[in-house]
């Protein structure tokens, strides 16, 4: 599909969501722009409903991030003009999280913020056949410009996991670093969403919460961990051992998003599927340390970027489709919620014009789901707790 769609310009296929509560969207076979070659018509799935129309004949959802070319400025979904500012762009993570968001085509202005190298990139950006208008900005003075007029601000500045080291490790410095651009879009963007990817996301959720409340612009649905690799790992484990159609399963996955407090609820998986016990324990493990095994992997030259940016610019996608009224988008996130006995949670939550409209509960869970979920959570609470610390003394020292 992807050779095939990049030998024919100006068309595109994106994703989007349907009336069932599962994660992500469904892949746009109604999205073709006048003109779409009948070869690729035919390869398409011709079951799908348009965006913005529920399709009740389509129960599940495409969970793949599919935006080829976005070249046709007037490509289908685009309801209005969108801005979409990304802090932290010329890191690794953010280098290719720029590429897949300049080729969304509900992104009609891409910010690229960095305190270096963002022009280099900017430039690079520029030369791709799209609709999207890129234009970097270099340093805190160009904060206010970057960040008026966005709709959605992705966050994936900071420093990146290395050999050995935890999330948590992480923390002196990444802490500081979200605290200080999260300053900025509460007071130069303060009802746009954010998404944020900056680690050790269980605390810098809770960070920029505080950072908002005492601006006076805390709006609960409007700042959003980015869980999304989780999930997103999660399908293609599973498909990869049950030989399934990777597009077509949604593993739900809750709690937070660092070792023992990811926890994917394999119970739920769609299709339902069984698993031996020793197949549990091995996915569930494997799924926590999904990021240490990319980390170990790439043996000290990174983290996991690619998937990253991939899991990123599909949640950032979710926001835009929801902020352009796209009805039933649903996608887990790590948010403020009352789901728990915590403040703050990661479940399947419904997105709209407002960010996060609905969270929803945990279902039925299995007694080993149960045990997970015993454990998680005082693990969350000190990740918590100690974002929210820092956030509080950090703003004593003003």
Not at 108 to 133: F, K, Q
Not at 191 to 199: E, F, G, P, Q, V
Request: charged share 20%; hydrophobic share 40%; proline share 6%.
């Amino acid at each position: 599909m992807a050779a095939l769609t990049a030998s024919i310009p100006n068309t595109f296929v994106a994703s989007r969501a349907n009336p069932s509560k599962r994660n992500g969207r469904v892949s746009a076979a109604a999205l073709k722009p006048a003109g779409l070659s009948k070869t690729l018509s035919a390869a398409l799935p011709s079951t799908r409903g348009l965006v913005g129309i529920s399709n009740t004949k389509t129960p599940q959802s495409r969970q793949s991030f599919q935006v080829c070319c976005s070249g046709n400025p007037a490509a289908p979904g685009v309801t209005q003009p969108r801005k979409v500012a990304l802090l932290g762009a010329a890191g690794g993570i953010g280098q290719p999280l720029a590429l897949l968001l300049n080729m969304n085509p509900g992104i009609t202005e891409l910010a690229l913020y960095d305190i270096a190298n963002t022009p280099g990139v900017s430039a690079d950006l520029s030369h791709t056949n799209t609709s999207c208008r890129v234009k970097s900005y270099l340093g805190e003075a160009d904060l206010e410009e970057c960040l008026t007029g966005a709709d959605l601000v992705v966050i994936p500045a900071g420093v990146p996991r290395k050999p050995g080291m935890t999330r948590d490790d992480l923390f002196a410095i990444n802490a500081g670093i979200v605290k200080t651009l999260c300053e900025a879009t509460a007071k130069y963007c303060p009802d746009a969403i954010l998404n944020i990817i900056s680690n050790p996301v269980n605390s810098t959720v809770p960070i920029a919460a505080e950072v908002y409340k005492k601006a006076g612009v805390f709006q609960a649905g409007k700042i959003l961990g980015v869980t999304t690799l989780d999930i997103v790992r999660s399908n293609t484990f599973v498909a990869e051992l049950k030989g399934l159609n990777v597009n077509e399963v949604d593993v739900p996955v809750i709690g937070g998003h660092a070792g023992i407090t990811i926890l994917p609820l394999l119970s739920q998986t769609t299709p339902p599927v069984s698993f031996s016990d020793e197949e549990l324990e091995a996915l569930t493990v494997r799924i926590q340390n999904a990021g240490t095994e990319v980390v170990e992997a790439k043996a000290g030259a990174g983290s996991a970027t690619l998937s990253m940016a991939y899991a990123a610019a599909r949640m950032a996608e979710s926001c835009i489709l929801a902020l352009n009224g796209t009805p039933d988008v649903y996608e887990c996130a790590y948010v403020a919620s009352e789901v728990t006995d915590l403040p703050y949670f990661s479940t399947k939550c419904k997105l709209g014009v407002n960010g996060v409209e609905e969270t929803l509960p945990i279902g039925d869970i299995t007694d080993y789901e149960k045990t997970w979920l015993d454990k998680l959570k005082d693990e969350l609470k000190g990740s918590i707790a100690k974002g929210i610390d820092f956030a509080n003394k950090e703003s004593e020292k003003v």
